[in-house]
Structures are given as structure tokens and as C-alpha cells.
T-cell receptor, first 117, second 115 residues
């Protein structure tokens, strides 16, 4: 079974600085998807970024980028130029896409990020 | 992206009562999911729903739970006899066909409090 591990329960960063959140996963699959979701205090779950395992190029979405190391089964999220609005829980999630009609997400425990002014 | 709404935003119920949580997506969605998040704990998959049928359910999704799409639009999660440990945020998520097939977009969630 697949598992997702986020080893940093809490992190903090100064506004405008860069922070990296860690995620590792365990799977025997070769094709899968990885995601980072953001959950602000409103509890809304917001998709931040997606990475396909078959792509070597790291995904980037504006200030958010990932460092995907397939062999090491590592998928870290880098937030550049941190803003106060980035304060949230960040969840790493795994999906096996070829599982018939089910593509459930398997989640890590989350990292609580505080951006300080 | 297209919106998914969930009602109610907060539900308080007494142990043993039945609750119905609703998810209102746009009609062309085929894939739906229910997840729950107990406060301070990880997000857990409950059930997936494809083309108006359950495609997978987790160990958590026992006889106490059921899902329906009664009118072809609203998508409901029913908990028949609530327990204290059912207190959680319940999220509906949908996938849309096309290039972003593997992306799941979440509704705002329903906070269920069982007393």
C-alpha cells in the first residue's frame, strides 16, 4: 500500500523568504501523480501544484515549485517570496491514476506553515 | 475552475441521529469523492463515485454510510446513526474530464459536530 510521509509538523518563515516543505512517499508503482494542497484557516482545500511521475521536469506554478526525486521518492514544495496569505496547512498527496474508475488521494499528515511579518 | 458547493457548512447533531451532507457540482462531472478530516488528523478517503455508481469505498465506509445522486445533480453522503467519532470536516471533491483529469477540486466542506 502507498504511504505518504511529511516529517515536518510545523514550520515558519519570514515574509519574502523562501521555505521548503518535505514529503516522501512509498510505492511500488512507476506511474502516479503527486499533489500539494493548501488548507488555510478557512479549512478550504486548495490545489497548489501537480507532478506527473513520468515527467522529469519539476512542476512550477508562480511562486510554488517542486523538487521531484523519483528514485528517492521525494517530493518537496518550495515557496518563494513567502506572503502572509501562504500561512496554512500544506498536505502532500499521492494518486495512482490507472486504478480503474477510482483515483483516490492518499494523504500525508500535513505541515503547518506560518509566515511571519 | 467550476465551483462545487457543499451544504450545510456546519451541522450539529446528536449521537444516533441521521445526517445528510450535500455536494452540488456542475452536471458534467463524472467522478466524485468524499473525504473526511478529523480535527488535527490526516485527510481520509471515504468513497468514490463514478457514473452514478460507487467505484471504491474505504474501510471507514461501513453500513453506517451511504452515497446517492438522487436527482442527477446533488450528490449526498448519508450517515445513518452518527457517533461521536464521526465529528469531522467532510469534503466532496470532483474531477472533470479533459486535460486535468487527475486533479481533484474540493468543495468548502461541511463541519459535522456530533454531541
Amino acid at each position: 500500500a502507498q504511504t505518504v510521509t511529511q516529517s515536518q509538523p510545523e514550520m515558519s518563515v519570514q515574509e519574502a523568504e523562501t521555505v521548503t516543505l518535505s514529503c516522501t512517499y512509498d510505492t511500488s508503482e512507476s506511474n502516479y501523480y503527486l499533489f500539494w494542497y493548501k488548507q488555510p484557516p478557512s479549512r478550504q482545500m486548495i490545489l497548489v501544484i501537480r507532478q506527473e511521475a513520468y515527467k522529469q521536469q519539476n512542476a512550477t506554478e508562480n511562486r510554488f515549485s517542486v523538487n521531484f526525486q523519483k528514485a528517492a521518492k521525494s517530493f518537496s514544495l518550495k515557496i518563494s517570496d513567502s506572503q502572509l496569505g501562504d500561512t496554512a496547512m500544506y498536505f502532500c498527496a499521492f494518486m495512482k491514476p490507472n486504478a480503474g474508475n477510482n483515483r483516490k488521494l492518499i494523504w500525508g499528515l500535513g505541515t503547518s506553515l506560518a509566515v511571519n511579518p | 475552475e467550476p465551483e462545487v458547493t457543499q451544504t450545510p457548512s456546519h451541522q450539529v447533531t446528536q449521537m444516533g441521529q441521521e445526517v445528510i451532507l450535500r455536494c452540488v457540482p456542475i452536471s458534467n462531472h463524472l467522478y466524485f469523492y468524499w473525504y473526511r478530516q478529523i480535527l488535527g488528523q490526516k485527510v481520509e478517503f471515504l468513497v468514490s463515485f463514478y457514473n452514478n455508481e460507487i467505484s471504491e469505498k474505504s474501510e471507514i465506509f461501513d453500513d453506517q454510510f451511504s452515497v446517492e445522486r438522487p436527482d442527477g445533480s446533488n450528490f449526498t453522503l448519508k450517515i445513518r446513526s452518527t457517533k461521536l467519532e464521526d465529528s469531522a470536516m467532510y469534503f466532496c471533491a470532483r474531477q472533470i474530464p479533459g486535460l486535468a483529469l487527475y486533479e481533484q477540486y474540493f468543495g468548502p466542506g461541511t463541519r459535522l459536530t456530533v454531541t
